[in-house]
């Protein structure tokens, strides 16, 4: 079955350490995006990548990281210099990004990490 | 500035009836909206969406509406089941380019049997 995989589910982090949230998709798309949700907000795109190689900030992108090497992954790093990193991060992907969002091209989610500093 | 607003943080129905979430929005140039499902500990999944050229749209027990004019749209369920309990994310995108999504603070469901 095609997908996403984030890993690890949990993660625990003490302050000053920098932590990289794993995101694998088999769906063959183009489009990877990383965003974050905090209690009570809607999900913050944090980075997205629309083609190997090249990434794109989002509207939170202060204090993360991201690579894009390869097609199927695009990891995350929440570094020391991000104040508040405590959220739950869910990785997305789409098949085509230039191609308008519509029902038969949506955001297909993982099932997401929680972060957690201690 | 949220662009996307769930004012209903939680939401109480009664299984077999009807629920209603809301979801308003500020940007005019929005023309595509969806709703996400998500249940605890999982990643959000698309449940339906509708353009801006149409007022309605209709997938078995769900049905969108929206009204531009307003910049509202919303969410039926009918009827609610068990099942349906979950938290609704609205969102809302603008065509190429960019074609990011952005959305509300979720409303959580509770349907009671």
């Known amino acids: 079955d095609g997908g996403i995989t984030q890993s690890p589910k949990y993660l625990f982090r003490k302050e000053g350490q920098n932590v990289t949230l794993s995101c694998e998709q088999n769906?063959?798309?183009?489009?990877m995006y990383w965003y974050r949700q905090d209690p009570g907000q809607g999900l913050r795109l944090i980075y997205y990548s629309q083609i190997v190689n090249d990434f794109q900030k989002g509207d939170i992108a202060e204090g993360y990281s991201v690579s894009r090497e390869k097609k199927e992954s695009f990891p995350l790093t929440v570094t020391s210099a991000q104040k508040n990193p405590t959220a739950f991060y869910l990785c997305?992907?789409?098949?085509?990004?230039?191609?308008?969002?519509?029902?038969?091209?949506?955001?297909?989610f993982g099932a997401g990490s929680r972060l957690t500093v201690l | 500035d949220q662009q996307v607003k769930q004012n209903s943080p939680s939401l109480s129905v009664q299984e077999g009836r009807i629920s209603i979430l809301n979801c308003d929005y500020t940007?005019?140039?929005?023309?595509?909206f969806l709703w996400y499902k998500k249940y605890p500990a999982e990643g959000p999944t698309f449940l339906i969406s509708?353009?801006?050229?149409?007022d309605k749209n209709e997938d078995g027990r769900f049905t969108v509406f929206l009204n531009k004019s307003a910049k509202h749209l919303s969410l039926h369920i009918v009827p609610s089941q068990p099942g349906d309990s979950a938290v609704y994310f609205c969102?809302?995108?603008?065509?190429?380019?960019?074609?990011?999504?952005?959305f509300g603070g979720g409303t959580r469901l509770m349907v009671k049997p």
């Open positions: 769906l063959n798309h183009d489009a």
């Open positions: 997305a992907s789409k098949k085509d990004p230039l191609v308008p969002i519509s029902g038969a091209n949506v955001l297909t």
């Open positions: 969102a809302a995108s603008v065509s190429p380019p960019g074609n990011m999504l952005t």
């Open positions: 509708i353009s801006s050229i149409k």
């Open positions: 940007n005019s140039m929005f023309d595509y």
